[in-house]
């Protein structure tokens, strides 16, 4: 299976990464065949070889949630790393198979960093780190690859301190840095990189894929694709995750629940409950680890109540309040969720209003859109929708988590 396999419905992305991985591995040849030939001429470019590069040393890959422009980029990291004896009979770099591609695709490669965060927003500490390690030469003698999954989470100071690396990198240096869109990302960054825009791939595709990576029965991978219309992600955590279905079930039921104040207030307290709930979910399986792990490396006491040793508290402060971010950002994408569920909803209220011939993506729940749509207007079903981004775009803004959702459901009643 070709690295390529799971960057669904993406074909003319692929096209121009599978292009420039071949350049890439022309050029990493040659060197090592004249460095073996001892000294002489260097290596031709591969423009001198017939023909521009399609290789260049910063990528920048968007698209929507779920376009999987992050599975793009550690694809194309693992076709730059290939090893495969192929190569040298003609075959494409990209393999799947060799050390090169396994150990870039499972993240434990030696010249494959994958960064992402879990936190709000990537600082300059992290980042600096990032640009010494894109300093260094690439162990394995091929190419040293940064992924930078949440390149919209940096910080303005974050995104100068790596304006200088891509803009003078290393020779052997490539940074993959991956955004919702080209508009998050710096300016003067982004203009450094070669732009790849990915699409939301298609419900049929990402099916296909559930069923034949995943083992997904074939009914229960549509129904998932369909609800999340293309994203990848959140069609595999439908189709396999229980909980996720039962929440989604419940966000599906707001609409019906919001005809007088009383309702509004209890729905959104429902949706900051359930949200909360899952980030408390994610502090006891991580938290409690990290901390026992930090505590044992400081050499304190046993049991959680052992003193720490003098000196070492301001690292365990530190510890907590990352967790505190971390518990911050997990609640607020449990939200960002649900308010996407809630947009579909009203997103096929709306087609069935205007008769449009498209499937619904919420076909289970057919009867609440059905009996929402004769009983409002096409006027009042985008003001509604106007309402679930406007508390999208509160959340990003910081707005106290509560009142954004009230604020929001009231707006859903009054239509």
């Given at each position: 299976m070709?690295?390529?396999?799971?960057?669904?419905?993406?074909?003319?992305?692929?096209?121009?990464?599978?292009?420039?991985?071949?350049?890439?591995?022309?050029?990493?040849?040659?060197?090592?065949?004249?460095?073996?030939?001892?000294?002489?001429?260097?290596?031709?470019?591969?423009?001198?070889?017939?023909?521009?590069?399609?290789?260049t040393h910063a990528w920048l890959f968007t698209g929507p949630p779920g376009s999987g422009r992050s599975t793009a980029a550690r694809a194309f990291a693992a076709a730059l790393q290939c090893v495969s004896p192929d190569r040298a009979l003609g075959g494409a770099p990209g393999c799947g198979f060799c050390d090169g591609c396994h150990t870039a695709l499972v993240g434990t490669h030696a010249d494959v960093e994958i960064v992402r965060t879990d936190l709000l927003s990537i600082g300059v500490k992290e980042t600096r780190d990032l640009v010494r390690r894109s300093s260094l030469s690439p162990a394995g003698g091929r190419w040293q690859v940064i992924v930078l999954e949440d390149a919209d989470r940096l910080t303005e100071g974050a995104g100068n301190v790596l304006l200088k690396a891509v803009e003078e990198p290393a020779p052997r240096t490539v940074w993959l840095l991956c955004a919702p869109s080209i508009e998050d990302v710096l300016p003067t960054i982004?203009?450094?990189?070669?732009?790849?825009?990915?699409?939301?791939?298609?419900?049929?595709?990402?099916?296909?894929?559930?069923?034949?990576?995943?083992?997904?029965?074939?009914?229960?991978a549509d129904r998932a694709a369909r609800a999340t219309q293309g994203h990848i992600g959140r069609a595999r955590r439908l189709a396999t995750d229980e909980r996720a279905r039962a929440r989604r079930a419940a966000v599906l039921k707001l609409p019906l629940r919001v005809d007088d104040i009383g309702g509004c207030l209890k729905a959104a307290q429902e949706l900051i409950d359930a949200a909360g709930e899952d980030a408390k979910q994610v502090a006891e399986e991580v938290d409690t680890k990290e901390t026992e792990e930090l505590r044992a490396a400081l050499g304190a006491a046993a049991g959680t109540g052992?003193?720490?040793?003098?000196?070492?508290?301001?690292?365990?402060?530190?510890?907590?309040?990352?967790?505190?971010?971390?518990?911050?950002?997990?609640?607020?994408?449990?939200?960002?969720?649900?308010?996407?569920?809630?947009?579909?909803?009203?997103?096929?209220?709306?087609?069935?209003?205007?008769?449009?011939?498209?499937?619904?993506?919420?076909?289970?729940?057919?009867?609440?859109?059905?009996?929402?749509?004769?009983?409002?207007?096409?006027?009042?079903?985008?003001?509604?929708?106007?309402?679930?981004?406007?508390?999208?775009?509160?959340?990003?803004?910081?707005?106290?988590?509560?009142?954004?959702?009230?604020?929001?459901?009231?707006?859903?009643?009054?239509?």
């Open positions: 070709a690295v390529w396999d799971d960057v669904v419905g993406q074909d003319r992305v692929t096209a121009q990464l599978a292009a420039a991985a071949r350049d890439a591995d022309a050029v990493v040849t040659a060197e090592h065949a004249a460095q073996q030939a001892g000294p002489g001429e260097p290596p031709q470019p591969a423009a001198d070889r017939g023909g521009a590069s399609q290789m982004r203009s450094r990189c070669r732009h790849l825009s990915l699409r939301t791939p298609p419900v049929g595709a990402v099916a296909d894929v559930l069923v034949r990576r995943d083992g997904i029965d074939p009914e229960a052992g003193r720490l040793p003098r000196g070492t508290a301001g690292v365990m402060k530190e510890l907590q309040d990352k967790q505190k971010r971390r518990a911050t950002r997990t609640q607020r994408d449990s939200l960002d969720l649900a308010l996407v569920d809630l947009t579909g909803f009203y997103r096929d209220v709306l087609a069935l209003q205007m008769g449009a011939s498209v499937p619904l993506a919420n076909d289970e729940v057919r009867d609440s859109v059905q009996r929402i749509a004769t009983t409002s207007t096409p006027e009042r079903t985008l003001r509604r929708i106007e309402a679930v981004i406007a508390c999208r775009d509160a959340l990003d803004r910081n707005v106290a988590p509560l009142l954004a959702v009230e604020a929001m459901t009231a707006a859903l009643r009054a239509g």
